[in-house]
Protein backbone atom coordinates (compact mmCIF):
# COMPACT_ATOMS: atom_id res chain seq x y z
CA UNK A 1 0.00 0.00 0.00
CA UNK A 2 1.59 3.29 -0.83
CA UNK A 3 1.64 6.23 1.55
CA UNK A 4 0.73 9.58 2.07
CA UNK A 5 2.63 11.35 -1.12
CA UNK A 6 3.31 15.02 -1.35
CA UNK A 7 4.45 17.42 -3.70
CA UNK A 8 6.74 19.20 -3.91
CA UNK A 9 9.07 18.12 -1.22
CA UNK A 10 10.70 21.39 -1.92
CA UNK A 11 9.80 24.84 -2.54
CA UNK A 12 11.35 28.38 -2.34
CA UNK A 13 9.35 31.58 -3.14
CA UNK A 14 9.68 35.14 -3.32
CA UNK A 15 7.61 37.41 -0.92
CA UNK A 16 4.15 37.85 -2.25
CA UNK A 17 4.21 34.57 -4.72
CA UNK A 18 1.77 31.61 -5.08
CA UNK A 19 3.07 28.28 -4.28
CA UNK A 20 0.29 25.41 -4.06
CA UNK A 21 1.18 22.36 -2.17
CA UNK A 22 -0.11 18.85 -3.09
CA UNK A 23 -1.24 16.04 -1.18
CA UNK A 24 -2.21 12.63 -2.58
CA UNK A 25 -3.59 10.33 0.57
CA UNK A 26 -3.19 6.54 0.76
CA UNK A 27 -6.04 4.95 -1.26
CA UNK A 28 -9.65 4.67 0.55
CA UNK A 29 -8.68 7.13 3.47
CA UNK A 30 -11.47 9.46 3.84
CA UNK A 31 -9.73 11.60 6.00
CA UNK A 32 -7.23 13.97 5.29
CA UNK A 33 -5.42 16.61 7.30
CA UNK A 34 -3.10 19.48 6.66
CA UNK A 35 -0.32 20.52 9.42
CA UNK A 36 2.44 22.75 9.39
CA UNK A 37 5.81 23.13 11.38
CA UNK A 38 7.39 26.28 11.39
CA UNK A 39 10.74 26.30 12.76
CA UNK A 40 11.41 26.16 16.20
CA UNK A 41 7.94 25.51 17.00
CA UNK A 42 5.80 22.33 17.42
CA UNK A 43 3.68 20.48 14.47
CA UNK A 44 0.37 22.72 14.38
CA UNK A 45 -3.18 21.44 12.67
CA UNK A 46 -4.37 23.70 9.76
CA UNK A 47 -7.41 21.75 8.74
CA UNK A 48 -9.39 18.65 8.39
CA UNK A 49 -11.20 17.04 5.26
CA UNK A 50 -13.75 14.39 5.20
CA UNK A 51 -14.02 13.50 2.08
CA UNK A 52 -14.48 16.41 0.36
CA UNK A 53 -15.61 18.75 2.83
CA UNK A 54 -13.74 20.56 5.38
CA UNK A 55 -14.65 19.20 8.99
CA UNK A 56 -12.08 21.79 10.59
CA UNK A 57 -10.52 24.59 9.60
CA UNK A 58 -10.12 25.84 13.37
CA UNK A 59 -6.05 26.48 12.60
CA UNK A 60 -5.87 27.75 9.26
CA UNK A 61 -3.75 31.20 10.01
CA UNK A 62 -5.49 33.53 7.32
CA UNK A 63 -7.21 34.07 4.20
CA UNK A 64 -4.32 33.89 2.44
CA UNK A 65 -4.65 29.96 2.81
CA UNK A 66 -6.85 28.18 0.78
CA UNK A 67 -7.24 24.72 0.83
CA UNK A 68 -9.29 22.08 -1.56
CA UNK A 69 -9.90 18.60 -2.13
CA UNK A 70 -12.21 18.31 -5.13
CA UNK A 71 -13.79 14.71 -5.81
CA UNK A 72 -12.37 14.01 -2.31
CA UNK A 73 -9.01 12.49 -3.57
CA UNK A 74 -5.97 14.37 -3.61
CA UNK A 75 -6.13 17.95 -1.83
CA UNK A 76 -4.25 20.86 -2.97
CA UNK A 77 -3.10 23.79 -0.37
CA UNK A 78 -2.26 27.56 -1.63
CA UNK A 79 -0.71 30.21 -0.26
CA UNK A 80 -1.40 33.32 -2.06
CA UNK A 81 0.51 35.66 -1.51
CA UNK A 82 3.15 34.45 0.41
CA UNK A 83 4.85 35.90 3.34
CA UNK A 84 8.21 34.91 4.88
CA UNK A 85 6.14 33.94 8.21
CA UNK A 86 4.53 30.96 6.13
CA UNK A 87 8.23 29.74 5.86
CA UNK A 88 8.21 25.96 6.85
CA UNK A 89 7.43 22.34 6.73
CA UNK A 90 3.81 21.49 5.50
CA UNK A 91 2.78 17.70 6.52
CA UNK A 92 -0.14 16.16 5.03
CA UNK A 93 -2.07 13.29 6.65
CA UNK A 94 -4.72 10.87 6.13
CA UNK A 95 -6.59 8.58 8.13
CA UNK A 96 -9.40 5.55 6.75
CA UNK A 97 -11.88 6.70 10.27
CA UNK A 98 -10.90 7.68 13.54
CA UNK A 99 -7.90 5.78 13.79
CA UNK A 100 -4.12 6.27 13.11
CA UNK A 101 -3.02 9.73 11.42
CA UNK A 102 -0.53 8.57 8.56
CA UNK A 103 1.59 11.30 7.81
CA UNK A 104 3.44 12.47 4.43
CA UNK A 105 7.38 13.02 4.05
CA UNK A 106 6.25 17.11 4.05
CA UNK A 107 6.77 20.06 1.65
CA UNK A 108 9.50 22.56 3.04
CA UNK A 109 8.27 25.55 1.73
CA UNK A 110 11.10 28.64 1.78
CA UNK A 111 9.65 32.23 1.96
CA UNK A 112 12.09 34.77 0.76
CA UNK B 1 1.22 27.39 29.03
CA UNK B 2 2.03 24.79 26.15
CA UNK B 3 -0.81 22.68 24.87
CA UNK B 4 0.98 19.54 24.99
CA UNK B 5 5.24 19.70 26.60
CA UNK B 6 7.63 17.77 25.90
CA UNK B 7 11.39 18.56 26.97
CA UNK B 8 12.84 19.21 23.86
CA UNK B 9 16.42 17.43 24.72
CA UNK B 10 18.89 15.90 23.00
CA UNK B 11 18.68 13.14 25.34
CA UNK B 12 21.31 11.17 25.03
CA UNK B 13 21.22 7.28 26.00
CA UNK B 14 24.16 4.68 25.53
CA UNK B 15 22.93 1.75 23.65
CA UNK B 16 20.54 -1.40 25.68
CA UNK B 17 19.63 0.99 28.43
CA UNK B 18 16.52 2.55 28.67
CA UNK B 19 15.09 5.86 27.23
CA UNK B 20 12.69 7.67 28.97
CA UNK B 21 9.91 10.09 27.20
CA UNK B 22 7.97 12.57 28.94
CA UNK B 23 5.29 14.48 27.92
CA UNK B 24 2.11 16.29 29.79
CA UNK B 25 -0.82 18.27 28.28
CA UNK B 26 -2.92 20.72 29.75
CA UNK B 27 -6.60 19.52 28.52
CA UNK B 28 -7.81 16.72 31.29
CA UNK B 29 -10.49 15.63 28.80
CA UNK B 30 -7.91 14.71 26.33
CA UNK B 31 -8.81 10.85 24.75
CA UNK B 32 -6.34 9.95 22.97
CA UNK B 33 -2.42 9.94 22.69
CA UNK B 34 0.07 8.94 20.48
CA UNK B 35 3.53 8.91 20.12
CA UNK B 36 5.66 9.31 16.44
CA UNK B 37 9.13 8.70 15.73
CA UNK B 38 10.69 10.89 13.27
CA UNK B 39 14.08 10.45 11.51
CA UNK B 40 15.47 14.08 10.14
CA UNK B 41 13.35 15.01 6.51
CA UNK B 42 11.19 11.46 7.05
CA UNK B 43 7.53 11.58 7.83
CA UNK B 44 6.03 11.05 11.56
CA UNK B 45 5.65 7.62 11.92
CA UNK B 46 3.01 6.05 14.59
CA UNK B 47 4.89 3.60 16.95
CA UNK B 48 2.56 3.75 19.86
CA UNK B 49 -1.10 4.85 21.07
CA UNK B 50 -3.15 4.83 24.40
CA UNK B 51 -5.79 5.78 25.65
CA UNK B 52 -6.13 3.99 29.13
CA UNK B 53 -4.66 4.75 32.04
CA UNK B 54 -2.08 2.37 32.61
CA UNK B 55 0.80 0.67 30.61
CA UNK B 56 0.75 -0.44 26.78
CA UNK B 57 3.78 -3.02 25.63
CA UNK B 58 4.73 -3.27 22.03
CA UNK B 59 7.98 -5.43 21.19
CA UNK B 60 10.67 -2.62 23.02
CA UNK B 61 8.50 -0.27 23.48
CA UNK B 62 5.80 0.92 26.48
CA UNK B 63 3.54 3.72 26.71
CA UNK B 64 2.25 4.81 30.36
CA UNK B 65 -0.68 7.31 30.71
CA UNK B 66 -1.68 8.84 33.86
CA UNK B 67 -4.38 11.10 32.83
CA UNK B 68 -4.67 11.89 36.83
CA UNK B 69 -1.61 13.42 36.47
CA UNK B 70 -2.27 14.22 32.85
CA UNK B 71 1.29 12.99 32.18
CA UNK B 72 2.18 10.12 29.24
CA UNK B 73 5.65 8.88 28.56
CA UNK B 74 7.61 6.54 26.59
CA UNK B 75 10.01 3.65 27.43
CA UNK B 76 12.04 2.19 24.89
CA UNK B 77 14.20 -0.72 26.61
CA UNK B 78 17.48 -1.89 24.72
CA UNK B 79 17.94 1.11 23.30
CA UNK B 80 19.42 1.05 19.48
CA UNK B 81 21.02 3.17 17.51
CA UNK B 82 18.81 2.95 15.05
CA UNK B 83 16.16 4.70 17.78
CA UNK B 84 18.14 7.46 17.33
CA UNK B 85 15.12 10.40 16.27
CA UNK B 86 12.73 13.32 17.22
CA UNK B 87 9.75 11.77 19.42
CA UNK B 88 6.87 13.59 18.88
CA UNK B 89 3.69 13.44 21.95
CA UNK B 90 0.56 14.17 20.24
CA UNK B 91 -2.74 14.44 21.93
CA UNK B 92 -6.36 14.32 20.59
CA UNK B 93 -8.15 16.32 23.33
CA UNK B 94 -11.69 15.91 22.03
CA UNK B 95 -13.64 12.65 21.23
CA UNK B 96 -15.36 15.09 18.33
CA UNK B 97 -12.78 16.81 17.02
CA UNK B 98 -9.71 14.46 15.03
CA UNK B 99 -7.02 17.31 14.98
CA UNK B 100 -3.62 16.17 16.71
CA UNK B 101 -1.83 18.46 19.40
CA UNK B 102 1.88 17.78 19.28
CA UNK B 103 4.67 18.65 21.69
CA UNK B 104 7.64 20.21 20.75
CA UNK B 105 9.42 16.36 20.18
CA UNK B 106 12.25 15.07 22.20
CA UNK B 107 15.55 14.35 20.38
CA UNK B 108 16.81 11.09 21.10
CA UNK B 109 20.44 9.75 20.52
CA UNK B 110 21.69 6.29 21.22
CA UNK B 111 25.47 6.15 22.08
CA UNK B 112 27.05 2.54 20.61
Known amino acids: EAGVTQFPSHSVIEKGQTVTLRCDPI?????LYWYRRVMGKEIKFLLH????????ESGMPNNRFLAERTGGTYSTLKVQPAELEDSGVYFC??????????FGPGTRLTVL | QKEVEQNSGPLSVPEGAIASLNCTYS??????FFWYRQYSGKSPELIMS????GDKEDGRFTAQLNKASQYVSLLIRDSQPSDSATYLCAVRFHQGAQKLVFGQGTRLTINP
Open chain 2, 50 to 53: IYSN
Open chain 1, 93 to 102: ASSRATDTQY
Open chain 1, 27 to 31: SGHDN
Open chain 1, 49 to 56: FVKESKQD
Open chain 2, 27 to 32: DRGSQS
